[in-house]
């Protein structure tokens, strides 16, 4: 099982970006679907997350200027990013709950970080 991210680069304040994460090999099936971010000398934070069934979860400092959606049948998962402010700045990571073939259990998964530069 892997997860690749997409999207990211440098925008200006008030611009958007979109992110996307798909999720690929041996899945049974996915539960949840979302993005982390981390900046140097931080600890990765919650940026949302969205279930399968389409149920949302914000960070308060994202909310009404992110939004996720999802794909089930191609296992993505999308991030809108509008209104950005420098603070945004940071790597993004993607994340899922997968339960791969074979297993009985969910795990986490992560894709690679993708860069995201909002210059003030």
């Known amino acids: 099982v892997q997860l690749q991210a997409y999207g990211g680069g440098l925008v200006q304040a008030g611009g958007s970006l979109r992110l996307s994460c798909a999720a690929s090999?041996?899945?049974?099936?996915?539960?949840?679907m979302g993005w982390y971010r981390q900046t140097p000398g931080n600890e990765r934070e919650m940026v949302g997350l969205?279930?399968?069934?389409?149920?949302?979860n914000y960070a308060d400092s994202n909310k009404g200027r992110f939004t996720l959606s999802i794909d089930n049948a191609k296992n993505t998962v999308w991030l809108q990013m509008n209104s950005l402010k420098p603070e945004d700045t940071a790597v993004y990571y993607c994340?899922?709950?997968?339960?791969?073939?074979?297993?009985?259990?969910?795990?986490?998964?992560w894709g690679q970080g993708t860069q995201v530069t909002v210059s003030s």
């Open positions: 090999g041996n899945i049974f099936s996915i539960n949840i």
């Open positions: 994340s899922a709950d997968i339960r791969a073939d074979g297993r009985i259990y969910y795990r986490t998964y």
């Open positions: 969205i279930s399968t069934g389409g149920v949302t």
